[in-house]
T-cell receptor, first 118, second 114 residues
């Protein structure tokens, strides 16, 4: 069972360009999460999606950032008009459909996309 | 979301047992405790998860006292490859419609020395 896939692994953009980060969840997982990690810091939650729905985007910057998880295909995190402060590692995680009872679902992380804005 | 406190760094030697303690005084009834490991330039990797008492898997053990205000991750006989950042997370058990974001603190940098 392949793990969470992210591509590209490294992305270089100039200020003002667009960055598109892709995430394919583990097989059978219907929940996707995006996190951002700055150097020497822990991961910060950005957005939680299920197929075709944004469940929680409380960690997303209000402008330039958007995310989707279409019915078919990977989840996309899009950053428009990138600035130097967007340089970071962006991690995607996935988890399986809702479990019953008191089980706490585990999130499985991909290898990340390292975005560098010149 | 309950706040967690853990040591910034720890050093150990190969072959020793390492215990990393995490404080979470405001843990709620529905919260589970989860530990992740992260190597440089990689995504976090799930290690272990528990609700109370003791949980053991092939990698680690997790000890949770009755009041659940702290937890201890125990790594038996560490090797150089266990050098990584270890994160303690506390979060709600899954329920429909609830936000399920994970809150990462700064973690504990474990350095295993030869």
């Amino acid at each position: 069972n392949a793990g969470v896939m992210q591509n590209p692994r490294h992305l270089v953009r100039r200020r003002g360009q667009e960055a598109r980060l892709r995430c394919s969840p583990m097989k059978g997982h219907s929940h996707v999460y995006w996190y951002r990690q700055l150097p020497e810091e822990g991961l910060k939650f950005m957005v939680y999606l299920q197929k075709e729905n944004i469940i929680d985007e409380s960690g997303m910057p209000k402008e330039r950032f958007s995310a989707e998880f279409p019915k078919e295909g990977p989840s996309i995190l899009r950053i428009q008009q990138v600035v130097r402060g967007d340089s970071a590692a962006y991690f995607c995680a996935s988890s399986p459909p809702m479990a019953s009872g008191r089980e706490a679902d585990t999130q499985y992380f991909g290898p990340g996309t390292r975005l560098t804005v010149l | 979301l309950a706040k967690t406190t853990q040591p910034i760094s720890m050093d150990s030697y190969e072959g020793q047992e390492v215990n990393i303690t995490c404080s979470h005084n405001n843990i709620a009834t529905n919260d589970y405790i989860t530990w992740y490991q992260q190597f440089p330039s990689q995504g976090p990797r799930f290690i272990i998860q528990g609700y109370k008492t003791k949980v053991t898997n092939e990698v680690a053990s997790l000890f949770i006292p009755a009041d659940r205000k702290s937890s201890t991750l125990s790594l038996p006989r560490v090797s150089l490859s266990d050098t990584a950042v270890y994160y303690c997370l506390v979060g709600d058990a899954f329920s429909s419609g609830s936000a399920r974001q994970l809150t990462f603190g700064s973690g504990t940098q474990l350095t295993v020395l030869p």
